[in-house]
């Protein structure tokens, strides 16, 4: 009877090594933005998190979950924030370089609370 919980090892030199082998991540994941600054944050703030779902193979997974949030959040958060202080698409026509200044501001806004919100928690 095989048990699959048997862990094999390698010698290098006069230590033995376990080979240890990751779960394969479920399909084919790409982070974008959102999530690789998710995962580069708990990587370096959130070791043990970032350990454990790395080696139950759901790291990429939960990065991809926190990115989509990131990506409505910021969308709404825009929109709120241009509705609000009447950043229009007639500004636009009228005064371009105003309508470009008050973009950046509202998406680094946006940026800031998602970032504190979301990313870096």
Known sequence: MSNKNTIQYRQVGDYLIPNLVLPPEEGSIRLCKWGMLHKDYLFKHKKVLFTTLLTQGKLYQHCAEIE??????????????????????????????????????????????????????
Not at 71 to 99: I, S
């Open 68 to 121: 989509a949030q990131a990506k409505d959040m910021f969308n709404t958060l825009v929109e709120q924030m241009k509705k609000a202080e009447g950043v229009t698409e007639q500004l636009k026509e009228e005064n371009q370089m105003e309508w470009v200044c008050r973009m950046q501001n509202i998406e680094a806004r946006a940026i800031e609370v998602v970032t504190t919100e979301l990313i870096y928690t």
